[in-house]
C-alpha cells in the first residue's frame, strides 16, 4: 500500500506506467522533456510554499508576558495538470495517454510535500520570523526518492484586527526543494529512440535503444515568495485569505537509465558520446537524458480556516495557481502560545 500512494501521489509525475515496446525519437525526446521542464517551472513554486501554512496572519511579538511562538508539523500536495504532462509522456517516453489512470487525467498528478515548521514573534517590531524543514528517503529495489525541502519567511503586520477589520500582514520568504526519483522497469521492456537525418554526427545511428530502462527524475527550485494575509480571529475559528506570488528558479532532467546501445546492440563509440553531449543531451554508457534550466513566476490565491483549541492549532488551507491551473491542499497541527 506505501508503495502505491508513493506511486500514484509522485511517481505517476514521470508518467511511468506499464509503456511497452515504446518508440520516438530524438527531437520529440527533447521537446517532450524541455516543455514538460518550462509546465513544471510554473507549478513547483507553489509546492515549495507548502510549510508555514498557518492561517493566523501574524502570531504576535516575543516580549509581551505571554510570549508568541509555536512549532508543528504540516502536510499538502500540489497538482500538475495532466495535460502540461502529455508531451513528456506521449512524446519523450514515447507513451501512450490511454495507460494513464483516468482519475489523474481528470484531477492532475499529486506532488505531495511535508515540513516541521515553527515560528516565533519579533523583538522590536510587529514582524515574525519561520523556518520549516522537511526530508523524505525511500531506497527499495524498485523505487529510490529523496526529497529536500527548507525555507523560511519574514512576516509584516500592517494592520491588527479591529471587530469587523481582519488582521493583515505582508511577507517574504525563501524556499529550496530538491527531489531525485528512480522508478525500476517504469518504461516497459524496450525504448528505441530514432535518430532524425538531420543531426550531424550522428550519421552512423539510425536508433538507440534500452531495454527494459529505469525513469530517473531530478527537480531542484530556488524560489522567492512575496505573500499577503488577512484572516480574523472568532471564538476557536480564524478564517483567512492572501495572495501569493512566487519567482522560481528551477533545473528539471528525466531520463531513462540502462544499458544504452545504438542499431540494435552496437556500442556508442566516444565521438558519438561528444556529439550527443554537443546537443545537449546528458549521456553515458547507461542512460540519456536531458536537462533543462526553466525560470518562471506562480501566482496563487489562498485562504484556509484555523481551529484554536487553547495551545493546540489545526489549520486546513486551499491554495489555486492561477497561472498554472494546478490547485493544492494543507494540513497543519501545532503547539503555540
Known amino acids: 500500500m506505501k508503495k502505491l500512494i508513493v506511486c500514484i501521489g509522485i511517481l505517476c509525475l514521470s508518467a511511468g506506467i506499464g509503456f511497452t515496446q515504446s518508440a520516438t525519437n530524438l527531437d520529440d525526446f527533447k521537446n517532450g522533456i524541455s516543455n514538460f521542464a518550462e509546465d513544471l517551472g510554473s507549478v513547483l513554486p507553489m509546492n515549495t510554499v507548502i510549510g508555514l501554512n498557518w492561517n493566523d496572519a501574524y502570531i504576535g ?20 495538470p495532466y495535460k502540461r504532462i502529455r508531451s513528456l509522456v506521449e512524446n519523450a517516453m514515447g507513451g501512450d495517454s490511454e495507460d494513464i489512470p483516468g482519475i489523474i487525467r481528470k484531477t492532475g498528478v499529486p506532488i505531495p510535500a511535508a515540513a516541521i515548521d515553527a515560528r516565533i514573534g519579533g523583538f522590536l517590531l ?33 494592520m491588527d484586527q479591529a471587530i469587523l477589520i481582519p488582521k493583515i500582514s505582508v511577507g517574504f520568504g525563501f524556499n529550496y526543494m530538491k527531489t531525485d526519483i528512480k522508478l525500476s522497469n ?33 527537480m531542484e527550485t530556488k524560489v522567492f515568495d512575496f505573500k ?26 528525466a531520463g531513462a537509465e540502462s544499458k544504452l546501445t545504438k542499431n540494435n546492440g552496437k556500442q556508442l563509440s566516444q565521438k558519438e558520446k561528444e556529439a550527443l553531449s554537443s546537443l545537449g543531451f546528458d549521456i553515458d554508457d547507461s542512460s540519456i537524458g536531458y536537462t533543462k534550466n526553466v525560470r518562471a513566476f506562480a501566482y496563487r490565491v489562498f485562504g484556509g480556516m484555523g481551529f484554536n483549541l487553547s495551545i493546540v492549532r489545526l489549520d486546513f488551507g486551499l491554495m489555486y495557481g492561477m497561472n498554472s491551473g494546478s490547485w493544492g491542499a494543507t494540513f497543519g497541527g501545532r503547539i503555540q502560545i
Open 186 to 218: 517504469a518504461l516497459g521492456d524496450d525504448i528505441t529512440i530514432d535518430i532524425p537525418a538531420t543531426y550531424s554526427g550522428l550519421t552512423g545511428i539510425s536508433s538507440l535503444d534500452l531495454t527494459s530502462p529505469d525513469l530517473y527524475m531530478e
Open 61 to 80: 511579538d516575543v516580549v509581551n508576558i505571554s510570549p508568541h511562538f509555536g512549532i508543528g508539523l504540516t502536510t499538502g500536495f500540489t497538482t500538475l
Open 228 to 253: 499577503t494575509q488577512a484572516s480574523w480571529k472568532f471564538l476557536v475559528f480564524e478564517p483567512s485569505i492572501g495572495l501569493g506570488a512566487s519567482y522560481g528558479i528551477s533545473k528539471v532532467y
Open 126 to 158: 510587529p514582524v515574525d520570523l519561520g523556518i520549516k524543514l522537511g526530508y523524505f528517503s525511500m531506497d527499495s529495489s524498485d523505487l529510490k526518492i529523496d526529497y529536500l525541502l527548507v525555507g523560511g519567511d519574514v512576516r509584516y503586520c500592517v
